[in-house]
């Protein structure tokens, strides 16, 4: 299928948003050649900054493969952003909802008209210290395996130096580059033609977001964690950590108290 028209709605929104993007970031972008000309396909994309959906979309519309991106549905209510999100052909996401699902189909309706659909894997902004790819969620896995589509790895970095995650005011000089990396497709062979359980879907997930992170270490020079940082798993340590302390708390009052217990732990009071 030849190339999606970009449109009026793209073109307007590079307008805007391109020549800022050309002053506040230096640009080294790579692996262009792996973007599929025609065709539909799937790009899994790092996220460490709130400014770096604009920059990524920068250089994914130079490639001419204009990408829809998954986004939260309220966006698409809001005046002049929802007219451009909707124009572009973005993708809500109604989260918690009985919609919840209707990304999902919309994404594989995307890819099988022959487009580009963008998914952040991790599904919010990194929580790794350092800036590597968490673990990712499953959605991009998921529609991989049900259309067959090409997954084209993407890292980024340098949008995070502008502006670092959860950071309010931008760092602006010396003025920052924008490195980004897209490699070959990532090998799922071994996963077409097998029941779509949780824990393929994980397996799956993993060797894309390993994809994902490889492209990074290329861009950093240096190597990632063995281990990538999971937000699940750091909240249950947290809780295990709150618990603990809570304990701890509990055992120094009841010493300072020559153990005699509450009239609360008694039962007496409310």
């Known amino acids: 299928m030849p190339r999606r028209r970009i449109g009026f709605w793209y073109r307007f929104a590079a307008v805007i948003c391109k020549p800022p ?75 918690e909802s009985t919609d919840a699902l209707s990304a999902f189909r919309a994404a594989i309706d995307a890819v099988e008209r022959g487009e580009c659909v963008a998914f952040y894997p991790e599904g919010t902004l990194t929580r790794d210290p350092d800036g590597w790819p968490m673990t990712g969620k499953t959605g991009a896995a998921r529609v991989a395996l049900q259309t067959r589509c090409p997954v084209i790895p993407v890292a980024q970095w340098g949008a995070n130096e502008l502006l670092p995650p959860y950071a309010k005011k ?50 950093r020079g240096e190597k990632a964690p063995e281990t990538p940082y999971d937000p699940r798993q750091e909240r249950i340590e947290q809780r295990r950590r709150t618990h603990a302390q809570r304990r701890q708390d509990r055992s120094r009052q009841e010493r300072a108290r020559g153990g005699r217990p509450t009239a609360r732990e008694e039962g007496l009071g409310t």
């Open 170 to 219: 931008p760092s602006l000089l010396p003025r920052k580059t924008h490195h980004v990396l897209a490699g070959p497709p990532v090998d799922l062979d071994r996963f077409y033609d097998r029941e779509m359980t949780p824990e393929l879907l994980k397996e799956a997930t993993e060797t894309i977001m390993a994809a994902v992170t490889r492209q990074l270490e290329l861009i």
């Open 21 to 95: 993007l050309v002053v506040l970031l230096k640009r080294d972008w790579r692996g262009m050649e792996n973007i599929p000309a025609e065709g539909g396909f799937i790009t899994a994309v790092n996220h460490n900054s709130h400014i770096d959906p604009f920059a990524y979309a920068h250089f994914q519309y130079n490639t001419g493969r204009v990408p829809r991106f998954l986004a939260k549905s309220g966006l698409f209510n809001k005046g002049f952003i929802g007219a451009a999100m909707r124009g572009t052909g973005q993708i809500p996401v109604y989260r």
